[in-house]
């Protein structure tokens, strides 16, 4: 019998003729005894440290579990307060501090919120225990193809977690932290929980926490009817709420909502026609939200009322203004059409406005223009000189003394201790009246009725009239070489325009806390003192009607209605002012360079009358005009009667030089001089 063959052999380890071996080399075998080797020891190695893992893993979670409150308790965790702006409607108009539009679950809001952020933010949110590993492991390839962090696999569990228990912090400790936290949120709170927290604690940009405050913030309606385009405008701001937020660019919010819309379509939230219905009309600001929140005067407001209501307040607080929608619109409307027609392109000048009325209620306020319209409120922090703009005091001062719009003053040159006022043009009249001397906006006679009435009596009238600012000592205070606001000094025009009766500008009626009834702060019927008489207001009316009739005030007529006002311009046109009232408002505009370099080109008389004119014909849009309130002067006592002038609406004016030297006795007396002065000024008109 022939043996078999030794190297061939069958069952039982036995090789056959012909059947090639499966027995691994050398090699291999070497190899394969490293890789189970390795795997043994990596085993051995990993699995406590796994085992561990999971048991820190487990009572984390359970830690946390414990220490979870009330799903109802982290609805709110704002630091501070917010507060609301109403105008005198009763319309919100402006938002400061950190807003909150009160508690909001998530069976409350409109289904398309909720379809437009699972769709953007966690598409298997109601499937995932608070961890997705699979959103997780997309994230890391899409980060490694991009080859920078573009997408994160955070699901809305991880992100209440962070919100609301840990910081917005990058770091391995942090996300460490967030995973027993998210697996501990989803143990205790149901998965509508948890979305309601969501809904209320994310901050959406503006100074917006929740989708609530930020559905009223933008759009002025509440987050329980956004339609599928408002929702995911508010849904596109979760990615980056700076730069998304509809106020600070609203194209790119809409180009932000559309992507978000189309997610929604692909996840069967919206229908085709849903779809395009959408991005056709995609969701655009509420009137209030497109103003920039109240601009400059909500930025007044916070600034004058009690900070321990505004600033420092943990508490919602509501405030009632004066703000007139109407009157705002008016205001900017008249400097951008000015600007845009008659300011040259490139030009950096700026302009304020202050709206008011008789009572110094503030209605509106602009305060700047373009680029200019920042934090930086010219209308009431810009301290500026404010040149003829200033001599209605000084006549007030005078008819206060008893003198009349008719006495009459010589127009001549003037030096008092090595000053000389000079005028506008270089030119003298010679005998004029009052009224022509401030229709005209003469220096020398406003020089001289100061120093006849009184330096300490002006500078006292100033500060009765509302002006707190420190003026400036010597006899050109006649000619406002001291630095007033623009607010101050249409609060002293308003004082003149309510027969005498102090109008202290004011923008606050009242000021609750959110849910109460009882105001914590009431303005009310505030009694009013008078500072002018009757008399004299009227007189001082009387001779600023001429000046917008007359004088150098011309550019600020408007047909059929009576006005009253004043041009200012300081030494080589650094700062122009024109500001006055008709029957129903007093206006305030004042143009000038933030760097106080000259304009060109500009006087009291010219760019600002016309920025007035054009604010005040749009206040009194659809208004019948009435005749504002003045005194008729009685003839002047020190010099005999004489034809009328042309130039004074009525008045009398001495021409005949025997009275020169009669007349030329009102330039003297007063408090005496004063050598502490600016020996340049008077270029003033």
């Known amino acids: 019998m022939k043996k078999p063959d030794k190297k061939a052999k069958g069952k039982g380890g036995r090789k056959v003729a012909g059947q090639k071996s499966k027995e691994p080399g050398l090699i291999g075998r070497f190899v394969r005894a490293v890789v189970m080797g390795t795997f043994?020891?990596?085993?051995?190695?990993?699995?406590?440290?796994?085992?561990?893992?999971?048991?820190?893993?487990?009572?984390?979670t359970l830690l946390y579990f414990t220490t979870l409150p009330s799903a109802d308790d982290l609805f709110d965790g704002?630091?501070?307060?917010?507060?609301t702006m109403l105008d005198r409607n009763g319309n919100v108009f402006a938002w400061r501090g950190e807003q909150y539009g009160g508690e909001l679950k998530a069976d409350d809001v409109s289904p398309h919120l909720i379809h437009a952020v699972i769709a953007a933010e966690d598409k298997r949110y109601w499937n995932h225990i608070g961890i997705d590993p699979r959103g997780i492991a997309r994230a890391m390839y899409q980060n490694f193809?991009?080859?920078?962090?573009?997408?994160?696999?955070?699901?809305?569990?991880?992100?209440?977690?962070?919100?609301?228990?840990?910081?917005?912090?990058?770091?391995?400790?942090?996300?460490?932290?967030?995973?027993?936290?998210?697996?501990?949120?989803?143990?205790?709170?149901?998965?509508?929980?948890i979305l309601s927290i969501y809904l209320n604690r994310v901050y959406l940009g503006a100074g917006t926490y929740g989708f609530e405050a930020a559905a009223r913030r933008y759009f002025g309606k509440s987050a329980r009817v956004l339609n599928p385009a408002e929702a995911a405008m508010l849904a596109g701001l979760l990615r980056a709420p700076s730069r998304y937020a509809p106020t600070a660019g609203l194209e790119r919010s809409q180009g932000r909502a559309s992507v978000i819309v189309r997610l929604m379509q692909e996840q069967g939230y919206l229908t085709e026609n849903q779809t395009f219905e959408a991005l056709a009309n995609p969701a655009q600001l509420s009137s209030a939200a497109a103003a920039r929140?109240?601009?400059?005067?909500?930025?007044?407001?916070?600034?004058?009322?009690?900070?321990?209501?505004?600033?420092?307040?943990?508490?919602?607080?509501?405030?009632?203004?004066?703000?007139d929608a109407q009157a705002q619109r008016a205001a900017e409307a008249g400097v951008v059409q000015v600007f845009g027609t008659k300011v040259k392109e490139?030009?950096?000048?700026?302009?304020?406005?202050?709206?008011?009325?008789?009572?110094?209620?503030?209605?509106?306020?602009?305060?700047?223009?373009?680029?200019?319209?920042?934090?930086f409120n010219r209308a009431t922090q810009a301290k500026r000189q404010t040149g003829s703009a200033f001599k209605p005091v000084v006549y007030a001062a005078a008819m206060e003394a008893g003198m009349s719009p008719r006495d009459v003053m010589v127009d001549e040159p003037l030096t008092i201790r090595g000053w000389s006022p000079r005028n506008y043009g270089g030119n003298y009249a010679g005998a004029v009246s009052l009224t022509e001397a401030l229709a005209n906006s003469i220096n020398t006679v406003a020089v001289r009725l100061s120093e006849r009435v009184g330096r300490e009596k002006v500078r006292a009238l100033a500060a009765e009239m509302g002006i707190s600012s420190e003026l400036a000592p010597g006899p050109a205070i006649a000619l406002g070489t001291s630095e007033a606001t623009l607010i101050e000094m249409t609060g002293v025009y308003a004082t003149i325009a309510n027969r005498g009766r102090l109008a202290a500008p004011f923008g606050v009626n009242e000021i609750v806390l959110r849910g109460d009834q009882i105001p914590l702060l009431r303005r009310g019927d505030v009694p009013t003192r008078e500072v002018l008489n009757e008399q004299s207001a009227g007189l001082l009316a009387y001779m600023m009607?001429?000046?917008?009739?007359?004088?150098?005030?011309?550019r600020a007529r408007i047909a059929d209605w009576q006005a009253a006002g004043k041009t200012g311009t300081t030494q080589a046109a650094r700062d122009a002012w024109f500001i006055g009232y008709t029957a129903d408002y007093v206006v305030g505009v004042w143009m000038g360079n933030?760097?106080?370099?000259?304009?060109?080109?500009?006087?009291?008389?010219?760019?600002?009358?016309?920025?007035?004119?054009?604010?005040?014909?749009?206040?009194?849009?659809?208004?019948?005009?009435?005749?504002?309130?003045?005194?008729?002067?009685?003839?002047?006592?020190?010099?005999?009667?004489?034809p009328r002038s042309t130039n004074d609406g009525g008045g009398d004016s001495i021409v005949d030089s025997i009275f020169?030297?009669?007349?030329?006795?009102?330039?003297?007396?007063?408090?005496?001089?004063d050598p502490d002065f600016s020996p340049t000024s008077g270029a003033d008109r």
């Open 40 to 60: 043994r020891v990596v085993w051995r190695i990993t699995w406590p440290l796994a085992a561990a893992a999971a048991m820190v893993l487990a009572g984390a």
């Open 78 to 83: 704002r630091g501070t307060g917010s507060v």
């Open 145 to 193: 193809r991009a080859g920078r962090l573009v997408q994160g696999g955070s699901t809305l569990t991880q992100q209440v977690a962070k919100n609301v228990f840990l910081t917005a912090e990058r770091s391995l400790e942090r996300k460490l932290k967030e995973l027993p936290m998210a697996l501990a949120l989803e143990l205790k709170y149901s998965k509508e929980d």
């Open 293 to 323: 929140a109240g601009g400059a005067f909500a930025d007044w407001v916070m600034e004058t009322a009690p900070s321990y209501l505004t600033e420092d307040t943990t508490e919602d607080v509501t405030i009632s203004t004066t703000f």
């Open 346 to 375: 490139g030009s950096k000048a700026q302009a304020a406005v202050v709206v008011m009325s008789y009572d110094g209620a503030v209605l509106a306020m602009v305060g700047g223009h373009g680029d200019g319209t920042g934090r």
């Open 545 to 554: 009607r001429e000046v917008v009739e007359q004088g150098t005030g011309r």
């Open 594 to 642: 933030d760097d106080n370099t000259p304009l060109t080109g500009v006087t009291g008389g010219g760019l600002p009358a016309e920025i007035w004119r054009e604010v005040m014909t749009r206040l009194l849009e659809g208004r019948t005009p009435r005749p504002i309130f003045t005194t008729r002067p009685t003839p002047a006592t020190v010099v005999a009667e004489v």
């Open 660 to 673: 020169r030297d009669v007349l030329r006795t009102l330039g003297g007396g007063g408090d005496g001089a």
